[in-house]
């Protein structure tokens, strides 16, 4: 028999356990509130990654796919991104998209914050680089960060650890930047490499995406999760949340959710804050409808689902003559931001990093080569393989997406969950300005990747699974009119409902959102500790 | 090990048989790089036993050669990158490049990568300086 479930009044209720969430947690148990945090995953056993196996690049693509809809594990529901050329990719379960992520773990930059001013398109946050600051180091310090100090593409910030190892691949792919004049340097990473805070080392073993089993990278189910549980909150796992409810006044008095038998529960709250990423969070405010709100909670701006950001990403890669890492080592090593901020000679605004790919697995090589016709099948299949294998490395750019209200999350009319609770749907078009930037990038890297030395080279844009950064849907603001939730991440209309992931981004940045999603979630929870005595007013 | 007994496996013999062609044609032998095909019968038994986990899409693309109406060696250059038989091909590779045999005529230890991990060479960090010289390329905000 398990513990019995106490439905007493949470002081506040946490649903999901991901990046966000587990540092909002972790942020708010030193108030000693009575924190609850509901996951509709379960605990991930980093025995069981993928890396442990022989058949580590099979279970990539089946149950430790990125695209939930592949997966399709307990924990995880379906999305409908038919009308999205860019398809989802999450994961379901505590510590969330930081199971599969990279460990790509980049800032914003101070112009970031301030897009509409400084190139009068999207909008400026109603905070800026200079107040986050802080959190970002203290969110650096329980990640673990690994880089180099010094980046001339970053106001100055402090690495905790020694960058990851270039490698051959680095090496190779930096030449062609130094070739050209352009930026690089060591990529920030959440992987450390060295010994840090209880977890060992990365041993190189190149499979970041599907979880890592050795526990160097950071994920928040090793890194924020533990303290915020020794601290004191209670993570509840297999809770699928329904709806919020909202009482007389208006305000939200809990969730009605599923639990691990799928009964429907309801846990009441004084506080809860969505911590679902940009499509699962505007799902649960969508689907929270009640006389007061036919439109879903938090919803009167009607911009809940609106302004879907993804990051269009190109992949460009190339095939060398000689030996490079393949499938050794981390996919972070180096990055460059030489288009990163708005260039007068371009026909686009705003810009995008490049970040190095080290090189792909025996499998993916193989995959790559057959599927694009560069291996043959026959006779002359194991020398083209061979003519690929350890020698493709190159780069993706991850280009700045801008805000467009026609790209949403909605409820789809007819696809549901296990326990029949609607599931979103996506619509996104790349914009003439993405496309461009993608466009822009494609020749960039070409040329850097041909003054390196490659021979030929794979492109492909945009990457159709790369639907990893899931933004904007909530966005923050201090117009009640042009946004969700305030300055600090409460809803306009509910004075107790908060957001903390990124669905409140006004902007998408061209870079990784994870650290900037935790720093945010650090910043609003902060706001919450401060202004505890009058929070509602 | 295959621990799938014949009488569970969905794939008919004539199924399994085109199966087996099929993958040695796509990936065959070398005598100069000493690996075996995929119609190996260690390999191949990977390959019908990892097919339960995607059947309907692997039937899909058998039945797709079978209904060709002619000998698979002979369909080979109309099928070579059909998106029929693009599950059959991902598959064969999957297996193929994770048997121990092949592994190591490219070089690799026939491991998984946990918990050994491997080397990666840590690089010449001394070629950030015409980086650094340039100075700050980020734009005040």
């Known amino acids: 028999m398990g513990e019995a479930v106490n439905f007493e009044p949470a002081d506040v209720l946490i649903i999901g356990a991901g990046a966000s969430g587990a540092t909002a947690a972790w942020n708010l148990a030193e108030t000693k509130m009575r924190i609850v945090c509901l996951e509709q995953g379960d605990w991930t056993n980093p025995s069981e990654y993928p890396s442990s196996g022989r058949d580590w690049e099979t279970r990539a693509q089946s149950d430790f796919s990125i695209n939930p809809n592949r997966r399709a594990q307990p924990g995880d529901y379906p999305v409908n991104d038919a009308d999205s050329p860019i398809k989802i990719a999450n994961f379901n379960g505590v510590g969330g998209g930081t199971v599969l992520y990279a460990g790509h773990y980049p800032r914003f930059h101070p112009s970031d914050f301030r897009v509409k001013t400084l190139d009068g398109v999207g909008d400026d946050w109603p905070i800026d680089y200079a107040t986050l600051e802080p959190f970002y180091a203290e969110n650096d310090r329980i990640t673990g960060v690994s880089g180099l100090s010094g980046d001339p593409a970053y ?18 792919l930096a030449r062609g930047f130094n070739d050209l004049g352009w ?11 060295q010994p840090y805070a209880g977890r060992d080392k990365c041993i190189n073993l190149g499979a970041c995406l599907h979880g890592c089993a050795q526990g160097a990278k950071a994920s928040t189910d090793i890194t924020y999760w533990p303290e915020a549980i020794r601290a004191g909150v209670e993570l509840r796992t297999w809770c699928r949340v329904k709806k919020i409810e909202v009482d007389d006044a208006g305000m939200a008095s809990g969730v009605v959710y599923f639990d691990a038998d799928g009964d429907e529960q309801f846990q009441p709250a004084h506080v809860v804050i969505m911590a679902c990423n940009g499509v699962g969070t505007p799902r649960i405010l969508l689907n929270s409808t009640s006389e007061r709100f036919p439109d879903g909670i938090a919803n009167t701006s009607g911009l809940v689902g609106k302004n879907l950001m993804l990051h269009p990403y190109a992949s460009i890669q190339g095939i060398f003559e000689d030996e490079l890492d393949g499938y050794r080592g981390p996919h972070d090593s180096i990055w460059s931001q030489e288009f990163y901020e708005t260039g007068e ?3 686009f605004l705003r810009g995008f990093t490049y970040e190095f790919v080290r090189g792909r697995g025996a499998v993916a090589t193989a995959l790559t080569g057959v599927h694009s016709g560069r291996i043959p099948w026959g006779a002359g299949h194991h020398a083209a393989y061979r003519r690929l294998f350890n020698r493709i490395a190159g780069m993706v750019s991850i280009c700045e997406d801008l805000p467009e209200e026609h790209n949403t999350v909605t409820l789809d009319p ?31 890297a070409s040329e850097a990747l041909r003054a390196a030395g490659a021979l030929d080279l794979i492109v492909e844009s945009p990457i159709a699974g790369g639907g990893w950064h899931l933004m904007g849907t909530a966005r923050m603001g201090t117009d009640p009119a042009r946004s969700v939730v305030n300055e600090w991440g409460r809803s306009h209309d509910v004075r107790n409902l908060f957001v903390v992931d990124g669905s409140v981004f006004v902007t998408s940045a061209g870079v990784n959102p994870t650290r900037t999603i935790q720093t945010l979630a650090l910043y609003i929870s902060d706001q919450i500790k401060k202004r505890l005595t009058n929070l509602f007013d | 090990m295959n621990q799938t007994i014949a009488t569970d496996n969905p794939f008919r013999v004539e199924e399994q048989d085109i199966m087996r062609e099929l993958a040695g044609l796509i990936v065959p032998d070398s005598p100069d790089y000493a690996v075996p095909g995929a119609d190996d019968e260690l390999i191949f038994a990977d390959i019908l036993h990892s097919a339960l986990a995607n059947e309907h899409e692997i039937k899909s693309g058998i039945e797709y050669a079978i209904g060709l109406d002619c000998p698979l060696s002979e ?40 918990p050994e991990g491997f080397e990666v060479e840590e690089g010449d960090w001394s070629m950030l300086e015409p980086v650094q010289r340039r100075g700050k390329i980020w734009r005040d905000a």
């Not at chain 1, 650890?161 to 490698?167: F, T, Y």
């Not at chain 1, 914009?431 to 990038?441: A, G, I, T, Y």
């Not at chain 2, 190591?104 to 946990?114: A, D, I, K, N, Y």
């Open chain 2, 75 to 114: 369909a080979i250059t109309e099928l070579e990158g059909r998106p029929e038989v693009a599950a059959f091909v991902s598959l064969v590779m999957q297996c193929y490049y994770r048997d121990d045999r092949v592994m190591e005529s490219l070089g690799m230890e026939p491991r998984p990568p946990f």
């Open chain 1, 155 to 172: 106001p100055s910030k402090q690495s905790l650890m020694p960058p990851l190892p270039m490698g051959k691949s680095g090496q190779t």
């Open chain 1, 414 to 444: 007819h696809l549901t969950d296990v326990h029949g609770i609607p599931a979103p749907k996506m619509t996104y078009t790349i914009s003439e300005n993405s496309q461009k930037m993608l466009d822009f990038s494609i020749d960039r």
């Open chain 1, 183 to 193: 930026h690089w340097w060591p990529s920030d990473s959440a992987i450390a490499t």
């Open chain 1, 345 to 347: 000679d371009r026909d």
